[in-house]
């Protein structure tokens, strides 16, 4: 059975959220919010961050003026994101969204350049963008003594 392009995309979306949402979860306690060597970004930062873009991106697939990103201002989570359970609902919010606006766009126009990227660039940035950060969280576990994978 042929997979379409669209379904493997969502698969991969799908795929890289829940990986990167079990690694988050798996955090060692106090560390969601803990920054090694106190410059490092917390793993708060980074799922903000993931938010902060999966929104962007959204926007841009939906056809949507998408705002100016100013390095840094999304570097940092803000206050009221500072629970694991706000983390997650707003990484969710944000991933689906993504996965809606992509779903929406027919196959005959996945291919079609809107600005930078097309509808499969898009969409294959959102995964690889979860994933780079999941390697991040990967990494920041082991500084914590945790050298599980959290994938299964």
Do not use: C
């Not at 955090?27 to 708060?44: N, Y």
């Amino acid at each position: 059975m042929s997979t379409s392009i669209k379904q493997h995309l969502v698969e991969r979306i799908e795929g890289a959220l829940g990986r990167f949402r079990n690694d988050l979860e798996a955090m060692p306690d106090g560390s969601l919010g803990t920054s090694p060597g106190g410059v490092a970004r917390t793993p708060l930062d980074i799922t903000y961050e993931i938010v902060v873009v999966n929104r962007a991106l959204a926007m841009h697939l939906r056809g949507e003026q998408a705002p100016e990103f100013e390095f840094g201002k999304w570097h940092h989570a803000p206050d009221d994101f500072a629970t694991l359970e706000t983390a997650l609902a707003e990484l969710d919010a944000s991933t689906h969204e993504v996965l809606e606006a992509f779903k929406a766009i027919p196959e005959d126009r996945l291919d079609v350049k809107r600005g930078p990227m097309s509808a499969i660039g898009t969409a294959s940035l959102v995964a690889t963008h979860l994933m780079y950060h999941d390697g991040q969280l990967n990494y920041l576990q082991s500084m914590h003594g945790d050298d599980q994978v959290h994938w299964g």
